[in-house]
């Protein structure tokens, strides 16, 4: 079993900022791309963020020079570090990692069960 949890949401007023964790755990062999993904109610689950094993990252448009995403390979942990939050950015949060359970496995998509994020004075 697979399991990745999300940490760190919250509420926060505009211009502040946010930490979300997400670790995995259970049996995996190889974690590769990794990512975050936001919804807001009555929208589609949109990307924020990706980072592959080494490090390139990949950044929607409206969150580039805000957000930053970072991973831990040691621990299984993929980090996004937001900043000057606005009230567009409030939405539920999921991380999402491509990983494989065994060596002759093929990878797969895993998600969180999200965390919510609420931008508001």
């Known amino acids: 079993q697979v399991q990745l949890v999300e940490s760190g949401g919250g509420l926060v007023q505009p211009g502040g900022s946010l930490r979300l964790s997400c670790a995995a755990s259970g049996s995996i062999f190889s974690i590769y791309d990794m990512g975050w993904y936001r919804q807001a109610p009555g929208t589609q689950r949109d990307l924020v963020a990706t980072i592959t094993f080494g490090g390139t990252t990949n950044y929607a448009d409206s969150v580039k020079g805000r957000f930053t995403i970072s991973r831990d390979n040691a621990r299984n942990t993929m980090y996004l570090q937001m900043n000057t939050l606005q009230p567009d950015d409030t939405a539920v949060y999921y991380c999402?990692?491509?990983?494989?359970?065994?060596?002759?496995?093929?990878?797969?998509?895993?998600w969180g069960q999200g965390t919510q994020v609420t931008v508001s004075s």
């Open positions: 999402k990692a491509n990983l494989k359970i065994r060596s002759y496995a093929i990878p797969r998509d895993y």
